[in-house]
């Protein structure tokens, strides 16, 4: 096989202790603690040794300074609307590569030569059919019930399907083969949840088409229909795709990671994912987009009416699309979709009168002191919905699209960790409940 993971010699090179030290003073106690730089310059404090010295542990809910991890496999810079993969901009990658390259370039490091890309795309070209048990799986499933509940059950069942990745110790072959597997059927299972939502029967992958073809292909094929891929679908998909790819160390790669941490296989671990990702604060905030555009629109268009909502600390609707923990600036990937979106949607002479909303609602809050203030911009969901309808795809299906291209990240972001043998994920807390107390009898409390 063609595919190498990353020695874990690329993990130590990508940071470097400084000479310089933090200092710490605690109860009359003062420690350093040795700093870390990337290859970027960002800095970070090593704590390794904080409780071990000084009995204190560090407190950062929601970890909006922490760092979990290095890591080579991207970079971003929030306050400039920087996004690299291994070097390249996504700019770059978003015009010029196909969503396979970018997967190969994400778990391998670089990107591949031609040969190289031929044995990557041949291997996952052979390993799309799914066994015919899992039809049975979905027979099962309530017809209307969420796809993302589905998928995510459906990867943890590869697992099933393919036992000998629960084993902890796996030679090279073994866990390029989960690799190929897990890349190839995730097509495949997300065209049979949408299948499965209209109640018609699954296509089978056609092992001619590339990525993204097979997928439209088994998703949008009647069976008793021809159907002819366009390539316009074919190009915007890809692009989509692309800039889902990756995005460091956001709340599902890091559930991702956080459960491979444990040894849990890459099905398990890929599966909790794609749980992370439902929430709608994540990449369920691609549905909730366009649902709440409707409601906008069935309201009468009235934007100010819903930036004033989203503005009001008594009520709980929120800009969605808007936002970002990390991103203090414009998302470079909603910049992408804005501009794909009316591509697309001229291409396919598709006329979705939400599009201006979007538009109208963006202009008002970034005008607006409460979204300027706070760096409030729109983010990689705020367009995007827009253009999977145009292709074609209810809303219940976009975050399963999201999952579609985070799913090269994911998996990169896994094998990392493994190959840097990061202990098990287990974070402290303080404890602010009862202290000691005795136990009373039930009939004296
Ligand atoms: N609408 C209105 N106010 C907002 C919004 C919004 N969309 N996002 C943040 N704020 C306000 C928030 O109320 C807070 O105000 P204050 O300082 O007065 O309390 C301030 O901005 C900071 O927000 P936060 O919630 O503390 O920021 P966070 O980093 O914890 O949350 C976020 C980031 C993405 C969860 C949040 O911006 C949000 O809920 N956005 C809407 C959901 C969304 O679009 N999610 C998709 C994110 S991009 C895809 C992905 O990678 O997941």
């Given at each position: 096989m063609d595919l190498k993971i990353l020695p874990s010699q690329q993990f130590i090179n990508t940071y470097h202790p400084m000479s310089e030290t933090a200092k710490i003073s605690l109860q009359g106690k003062e420690i350093e603690l040795p700093l870390i730089i990337g290859s970027e310059q960002e800095v970070g404090i090593d704590i390794s040794d904080l409780r071990a010295k000084t009995g204190a542990i560090t407190f950062d809910v929601g970890y909006?300074?922490?760092?979990a991890t290095a890591s080579a496999i991207t970079y971003l810079d929030g306050e400039l609307g920087i996004l690299r993969h291994r070097g390249y901009s996504i700019e770059d990658l978003a015009e010029n590569a196909t969503f396979m390259e970018v997967a190969y370039l994400l778990i391998n490091g670089e990107l591949p030569n031609k040969a190289q890309y031929d044995v990557f795309d041949q291997n996952i070209r052979s390993h799309t059919l799914v066994n015919e048990d899992m039809k049975n799986i979905f027979e099962a499933?309530?017809?209307?019930?969420h796809p993302m509940g589905q998928l995510i059950a459906m990867i943890s069942s590869l697992s099933s399907f393919y036992p000998?990745?629960?084993?902890?110790v796996q030679n090279d072959n073994q866990k390029l083969l989960n690799v190929y597997r897990l890349l190839a059927k995730m097509p495949t299972i997300c065209s049979m949840i949408y299948k499965k939502s209209l109640g018609h029967p699954f296509n089978y992958p056609q092992?001619?088409?590339?990525y993204v073809s097979n997928f439209l292909n088994m998703t949008?094929?009647?069976?008793?229909e021809d159907y002819e891929i366009d390539p316009v679908l074919v190009n915007a998909l890809n692009k989509l795709l692309i800039l889902h790819a990756d995005h460091e160390q956001n709340c599902s790669t890091s559930t991702v990671r956080l459960v491979g941490?444990?040894?849990?296989n890459l099905y398990a671990s890929v599966g909790a994912g794609v749980a992370a990702l439902w929430g709608p604060l994540h990449g369920g905030a691609n549905q909730e987009v366009i649902e709440m555009l409707e409601i906008i629109k069935s309201d009468g268009g009235n934007v100010e009416k819903w930036v004033e909502k989203a503005k009001?600390?008594?009520?709980?609707?929120r800009l969605m699309g808007f936002g970002h923990r990390?991103?203090?600036?414009?998302d470079p990937r909603a910049k992408i979709i804005k501009k794909a979106c009316d591509d697309v949607l001229n291409k396919l002479g598709v006329n979705d009168p939400t599009l201006e909303i979007a538009k109208k609602l963006e202009e008002t809050a970034l005008a607006d002191p409460y979204f300027i203030e706070r760096k409030l911009f729109p983010n990689v969901d705020f367009y995007s919905g827009i253009i999977y309808r145009a292709m074609?795809?209810?809303?219940?299906?976009f975050t399963v699209l999201f999952a579609l291209g985070r799913l090269p990240g994911w998996i990169a972001q896994w094998n990392e960790m493994r190959e840097q043998k990061q202990p098990i994920g287990r974070p402290r807390q303080i404890y602010t409940g009862e202290i000691l107390r005795p136990y009373v009898d039930r009939t004296k409390r």
């Amino acid at each position: 096989m063609d595919l190498k993971i990353l020695p874990s010699q690329q993990f130590i090179n990508t940071y470097h202790p400084m000479s310089e030290t933090a200092k710490i003073s605690l109860q009359g106690k003062e420690i350093e603690l040795p700093l870390i730089i990337g290859s970027e310059q960002e800095v970070g404090i090593d704590i390794s040794d904080l409780r071990a010295k000084t009995g204190a542990i560090t407190f950062d809910v929601g970890y909006k300074n922490s760092g979990a991890t290095a890591s080579a496999i991207t970079y971003l810079d929030g306050e400039l609307g920087i996004l690299r993969h291994r070097g390249y901009s996504i700019e770059d990658l978003a015009e010029n590569a196909t969503f396979m390259e970018v997967a190969y370039l994400l778990i391998n490091g670089e990107l591949p030569n031609k040969a190289q890309y031929d044995v990557f795309d041949q291997n996952i070209r052979s390993h799309t059919l799914v066994n015919e048990d899992m039809k049975n799986i979905f027979e099962a499933w309530p017809t209307g019930s969420h796809p993302m509940g589905q998928l995510i059950a459906m990867i943890s069942s590869l697992s099933s399907f393919y036992p000998e990745s629960i084993g902890t110790v796996q030679n090279d072959n073994q866990k390029l083969l989960n690799v190929y597997r897990l890349l190839a059927k995730m097509p495949t299972i997300c065209s049979m949840i949408y299948k499965k939502s209209l109640g018609h029967p699954f296509n089978y992958p056609q092992n001619k088409l590339d990525y993204v073809s097979n997928f439209l292909n088994m998703t949008f094929k009647h069976v008793t229909e021809d159907y002819e891929i366009d390539p316009v679908l074919v190009n915007a998909l890809n692009k989509l795709l692309i800039l889902h790819a990756d995005h460091e160390q956001n709340c599902s790669t890091s559930t991702v990671r956080l459960v491979g941490s444990s040894h849990a296989n890459l099905y398990a671990s890929v599966g909790a994912g794609v749980a992370a990702l439902w929430g709608p604060l994540h990449g369920g905030a691609n549905q909730e987009v366009i649902e709440m555009l409707e409601i906008i629109k069935s309201d009468g268009g009235n934007v100010e009416k819903w930036v004033e909502k989203a503005k009001d600390k008594n009520d709980s609707f929120r800009l969605m699309g808007f936002g970002h923990r990390v991103y203090k600036n414009f998302d470079p990937r909603a910049k992408i979709i804005k501009k794909a979106c009316d591509d697309v949607l001229n291409k396919l002479g598709v006329n979705d009168p939400t599009l201006e909303i979007a538009k109208k609602l963006e202009e008002t809050a970034l005008a607006d002191p409460y979204f300027i203030e706070r760096k409030l911009f729109p983010n990689v969901d705020f367009y995007s919905g827009i253009i999977y309808r145009a292709m074609g795809f209810p809303v219940e299906m976009f975050t399963v699209l999201f999952a579609l291209g985070r799913l090269p990240g994911w998996i990169a972001q896994w094998n990392e960790m493994r190959e840097q043998k990061q202990p098990i994920g287990r974070p402290r807390q303080i404890y602010t409940g009862e202290i000691l107390r005795p136990y009373v009898d039930r009939t004296k409390r």
